[in-house]
């Protein structure tokens, strides 16, 4: 069997620009998305994450989406930052290899359905007798407990379940679901708080604890204050399409070359500047254009207002005349017009990273910017089981005993 090459080791940077994260140890046991998406946040900033997948069942995101020469390139951004073993954990010898790996890492990430990693021997009681300071996260669709818990669970149905599908579309449409995993995200994002937070509360109790992020609850967390607004007062957000109840005009607006813009005007400075700078400036001395609730209310006046100005322009001229007026605007962008946008270009947002199968490839950066500890993308996603022999040995295992549980199709 061929050995892959391992990824080319960074050069040390300066002292003051170690990240943050350097000496982590994360093993990522979590499939499909939000799980993997998290301890990739963790591995940009220099957690040293260890990708645990089944030897014969790789992760499902290596064939999600497009591929190129057999290479799915999902999963090159998915497992950035990750090396990446083999191990059958409901074979016994490989609940052994991840104990002892367990044994020496600080978090682990899971997202297998309740009770599965207890029905293998590798229960929050088994992991912790083996290491007290772990920080255990298990993300699901529905969390630990309770009636839905042992539900197979995925984004949509949070899309669904929040109430996030329910205000989005046009009013007369369907709910609406978005077109790739943002109840995913949201929860990678707060599952990666989390377990910041409980390593934080670790320097002070000097044990971990467990993590169990429900992907239902990130989603409804960013809806706005629904349960309020309805425990209050009895409201109900309907479908609004892409105008506001809160303020207007606040659309998407088509321009004379065929392309659309974005327009807000949360403030109520803003909104008075766009209506001068579309030459409809008498609306302003209307008694309901004073907040944004009354602005909401004609939103069919200010959205002809606007729409047949920027109508009658090109996107650039459009760009040009609200920028200089200090009005809020944007264009609605595909990903070709991200790649070539200045301002993502100066920010570094997309970056480019070397990889040994498909060469130079540009994926997103690391999520945000720190001045003194930055983040990095070291390489991008691993060939499946690459590490195996590397990491396993790093545990302590030895030649003969790694060769034993491959003969056992443990690894």
Do not use: C
Not at 83 to 102: E, F, H, I, K
Not at 306 to 323: K, L, N, P, Q, Y
């Amino acid at each position: 069997m061929t050995t892959p090459t391992a990824p080319p080791a960074p050069a040390s940077p300066p002292a003051a620009k170690v990240p943050p994260l350097q000496g982590l140890r994360v093993l990522d046991l979590a499939t499909l998305f939000a799980g993997p998406l998290a301890a990739m946040m963790l591995g940009d900033f220099g957690a040293d994450v260890v990708k645990v997948e089944h030897p014969r069942k790789p992760d499902p995101s290596r064939g999600h989406g497009p591929a190129k020469d057999g290479v799915g390139l999902w999963w090159k951004v998915l497992g950035r930052n990750k090396r990446t073993v083999t191990l059958d954990l409901s074979t016994p010898g490989g609940r052994d290899a991840l104990l002892r790996l367990a044994a020496d890492a600080d978090v682990i990430v899971e997202n297998f359905r309740p009770g599965t990693l207890e029905r293998w021997g590798l229960g929050w009681e088994e992991l912790s007798t083996v290491n007290p300071r772990l920080v255990l996260a298990r993300v699901t669709g529905f969390g630990q407990f309770g009636p839905y818990a042992h539900r197979p669970g995925f984004g949509t149905l949070a899309e669904a379940m929040s109430g996030f599908a329910a205000i989005t579309g046009e009013p007369e449409g369907p709910p609406t679901l978005p077109p790739f995993g943002l109840a995913d995200s949201i929860a990678a994002l707060a599952t990666a708080y989390a377990v910041m937070t409980a390593l934080t509360a670790r320097t002070t109790t000097g044990h971990g604890q467990v993590v169990d992020m429900a992907i239902i609850e990130p989603m409804l967390s960013v809806i706005g204050p629904h349960p309020l607004w309805y425990d209050q007062l009895g409201y109900v957000q309907p479908r609004t399409g892409n105008r506001s109840r809160n303020n207007a005009p606040r659309n998407t607006y088509r321009t004379s070359d065929g392309s659309w813009v974005a327009v807000s005007t949360s403030a109520q400075s803003i909104a008075e500047r766009v209506m001068r700078l579309v030459d409809r400036a008498e609306l302003i001395d209307e008694p309901w254009f004073a907040d944004g609730s009354g602005r909401a209310a004609h939103a069919d006046v200010l959205d002809e207002a606007v729409g047949s100005w920027i109508a009658r322009h090109t996107r650039d001229e459009a760009m040009a005349a609200f920028e200089k007026a200090e009005a809020a605007i944007a264009p609605v962008y595909d990903v070709r017009d991200v790649l070539a946008d200045p301002q993502y270009q100066a920010l570094g947002t997309v970056t480019e990273v070397p990889d040994p199968e498909l060469g130079p490839i540009r994926m997103q950066n690391v999520l945000f910017r720190l001045s003194e500890t930055p983040g990095g993308i070291r390489w991008a996603g691993r060939p499946h089981g690459a590490d195996t022999d590397e990491v396993l040995t790093a545990a302590g295992l030895t030649p003969a005993e790694i060769a034993a549980l491959r003969a056992q199709g443990a690894v």
